[in-house]
């Protein structure tokens, strides 16, 4: 009775001020936000999205990301330090399989998978998915499509003239990453391995200008 | 369901570039009813006259504050998955003085610049106009700045990771912060009334 005199005499903005106050004061007691997320696997959203095959970048997106300088991506190279050490594609930072699950990253953050060929980077990116990670990827093909289409792509010699352009904008991409286009389909694709170009520094900024506008983030006010 | 819905997959990028547009149609029209769209009733606030544009800013900052926090407590948003800029100190201290600056001389800030261009102002349109003018001009110096302009990144940095304290006791002390600004500024509003009578007589 003596409450709702009370309220009675309070305008909707004290009301309102006091609901505030309740709430805020309640706040303190109930916890972290971050901490109350659900845990279980989406297994049939998981499925969908591999039939979909909207999980993977390919190598040529993933080096005109790295040419444009654009920043909304992590890139991580699955691999050991020491294969790490000897080459890696500019920009990676090196989270080996066993320590994804500890890794410093965000679950907001667009976040691209690597490995050697495929696999690995497909099991990482199951395990950041079952972490409800929500924008993983994997690099389609690994570093070996990396190495085959980026860095040494083969350009053949008689070339149609409407597709010169094409071709000569795959050279200009490889050199820029250190790479050397094949003019022919080499019989054996060791000697690619061996000739890697030296692993980038660590920060490695892009000095090239951007070929295309960078693309705007979709997120943000 | 589970809020934010974007991120779900509950809709694609073309469907949230419509929903963007009734969101911000909505704000714009709130805006408008709050008198935002008069470079007057803006103007005021930094002679004190009428704190209009603090009370209704902090009370959306504190209405968002306890609906995402009691939200996702309760499980219905995963705060890890919602958008937050990121911290440059530096250049987002320069930023904001900037705005304030642009703001006390042109008596709107971007927002509110639409409103009073939508509601058919012309010192809302060569606002607008100004701040075209401006992203332009930045555009092209952006070399020149780039450096500045990515220096003291925080990652992003909230108030509760800053600080070292739990979340919800930040969102009792912003609260706090509120109701004393509330208070603070209904006060000032009739001293500087009074003051104005006095004035006039």
Redesign the interface.
């Known amino acids: 009775m003596k409450l709702s005199e009370l309220l009675g005499k309070l305008s909707l903005n004290q009301k309102l001020t006091a609901l505030l106050l309740v709430l805020a004061f309640l706040a303190i007691f109930m916890g972290d936000p971050y901490g109350k997320s659900r845990t279980a696997i989406e297994t049939r959203e998981l499925a969908l999205i591999v039939q979909k095959e909207v999980d993977h970048i390919s190598v040529e997106d993933l080096a005109d990301w790295i040419i444009q300088g654009r920043a909304d991506y992590r890139l991580i190279d699955l691999r050991s330090e020491e294969e790490y050490n000897t080459y890696h594609i500019p920009t990676a930072e090196n989270v080996p399989l066993a320590e994804l699950p500890n890794a410093d990253l965000l679950r907001n953050e667009k976040i691209i998978l690597y490995s050697e060929g495929g696999i690995h980077s497909a099991q990482g990116w199951f395990l950041l998915k079952a972490m409800r990670y929500r924008a993983v990827y994997m690099l389609l093909g690994g570093l070996d499509e990396w190495k085959h289409k980026i860095l040494y792509p083969v350009i053949p010699t008689n070339l149609p003239p409407d597709e010169k352009d094409k071709y000569a904008r795959m050279a200009e991409i490889s050199r820029w990453f250190g790479g050397a286009p094949q003019t022919t389909e080499a019989p054996e694709r060791a000697h690619t391995i061996t000739n890697l170009p030296p692993p980038p520094p660590a920060a490695a900024a892009p000095s090239m200008p951007a070929k295309t506008p960078a693309k705007k983030k979709k997120e943000g006010c | 369901m589970?809020a934010p819905f974007y991120?779900?997959?509950l809709f694609n990028?073309e469907v949230s570039l419509i929903i963007a547009v009734f969101i911000g149609i909505g704000f714009g029209f709130f805006l408008e009813r709050a008198g935002f769209g008069s470079a007057r009733k803006l103007a005021a606030q930094f002679y004190f006259i009428d704190m209009t544009v603090l009370k209704v800013m902090f009370t959306a900052i504190?209405t968002a504050m306890?609906g995402?926090?009691?939200f996702?407590?309760?499980?219905f948003?995963?705060?890890?998955?919602?958008?937050?800029?990121p911290t440059y100190l530096l250049p987002q201290v320069v930023g904001g003085l900037l705005l304030g600056f642009g703001f006390v001389i042109g008596g709107y800030c971007p927002g509110t610049s639409c409103v009073a261009a939508a509601s058919g102002k012309y010192d809302g349109w060569v606002y607008l106009a100004g701040l075209f003018a401006g992203i332009f001009v930045f555009g092209e110096l952006f070399q020149l700045v780039e450096k500045f302009y990515v220096s003291s990144y925080l990652g992003?940095m909230t108030l509760p990771r800053f600080f070292g304290l739990?979340?919800?006791?930040v969102?009792?002390l912003?609260?706090?912060m509120?109701?004393g600004a509330?208070a603070a500024a209904e006060w000032g509003e009739k001293k500087m009334a009074v003051k104005k009578a006095e004035e006039r007589s």
Not at chain 2, 77 to 85: A, E, I, K, M, P
Not at chain 2, 166 to 169: C, N, T
Request: proline share 0%.
């Open positions: 589970n991120k779900y997959g990028d504190v306890i995402l926090y009691y996702s407590v309760l499980g948003v995963d705060l890890s998955l919602v958008y937050l800029t992003t739990s979340y919800g006791l969102v009792f912003v609260s706090m509120a109701v509330f």
